[in-house]
């Protein structure tokens, strides 16, 4: 299907540079012609153990509201928030536009990306009107002050939180549905062990794979296989903006025994942690 970017970009050469690769890709690029910022750029240091951003919003500091073009968006089946934290000028129109959505039958998923300033606010207006929040685990342990991730889940659902995926580094992913006030569905899914050369973009491969696969056939299990597939598969390339192919994808598909549903956390996080070796840990 098709897909856009909605955004906000300046008229300058890093611009361009945007607009010409989108293109490429053929994703469509929905941006207003109003700005007299300079386009947003990130340099990323990523070293063996950790990585580290120097980020210029520029141009993404003033997005808002008014830069949407909602008749478009009306026109979506499904609509992704990405990088929550990078635009906070967005915030106090987003559950307003998110509830719409929804009356035209559009889903909405969110990711927060990491808050810069440590605050972690804002996002407590908009759990109860999501479908699905997908972050990492440290994200989640930000958001709700929470030592173990069973427990920060749980603070989620409490807040009004539907469904929750939460990525945990080269074990895999879970994800935990209310299915009602008083029981929860967890899924899990194991990732392939890879060579790592550089985890930029990783989480955001996941991200697309599993909303992708979610849409498409509605099964959890399957979604989590493919996200998990397509962020193995992107820590073995350098940058986070390399295709990846489908022989590549298939190889870090992990098997059907490798995944399942589980009522409890506690069994889904340790069928997680059984399938990691020694070396792994």
């Known amino acids: 299907g098709e897909v856009d970017l909605h955004s906000l970009v300046g008229n300058d050469h890093f611009g361009e540079i945007v607009k010409e690769f989108l293109k490429k890709e053929g994703v469509g690029l929905i941006v207003p012609n109003t700005t007299t910022s300079k386009t947003g750029s990130c340099i990323c240091l990523s070293g063996e153990t950790d990585r580290s951003f120097i980020t210029y919003r520029g141009a993404m500091a003033e997005f808002n509201p008014s830069h949407l073009d909602t008749q478009r968006l009306l026109q979506c089946s499904h609509v992704h928030i990405a990088g929550f934290y990078n635009f906070p000028k967005m915030w106090s129109g987003l559950r307003n536009l998110i509830v719409l959505l929804q009356k035209y039958q559009i889903s909405v998923s969110l990711n927060p990306q990491w808050d810069a300033s440590k605050k972690w606010e804002g996002l407590d207006d908009l759990y109860s009107v999501l479908d699905c929040v997908i972050m990492n685990e440290d994200e989640a342990f930000q958001l709700t002050k929470k030592r173990y991730l069973a427990e920060a889940i749980e603070a989620f659902h ?124």
Do not use: P
């Not at 074990?171 to 550089?198: I, R, Y």
């Not at 979610?214 to 390339?237: E, P």
């Open 158 to 281: 409490n807040r009004g939180l539907k469904m929750i995926v939460v990525t945990i580094g080269a074990k895999g992913a879970v994800c935990s549905v209310a299915k009602d006030e008083k029981t929860t569905e967890w899924h899990w899914q194991k990732a392939k062990k890879t060579q790592l050369v550089d985890t930029t973009g990783a989480g955001d491969a996941f991200t697309g794979g599993f909303v992708y696969e979610w849409k498409k056939s509605g099964d959890i299990v399957k979604a989590l296989r493919m996200g998990c597939a397509l962020g193995s598969a992107m820590v073995t390339k350098v940058g986070a903006s390399v295709r990846l192919s489908e022989q590549e994808i298939k190889m870090y598909m992990c098997s059907e025994y490798e995944c399942g549903v589980d009522v409890s956390a506690s069994e889904a996080l340790q069928r997680i942690s059984i399938y990691m070796s020694d070396d792994d840990q």
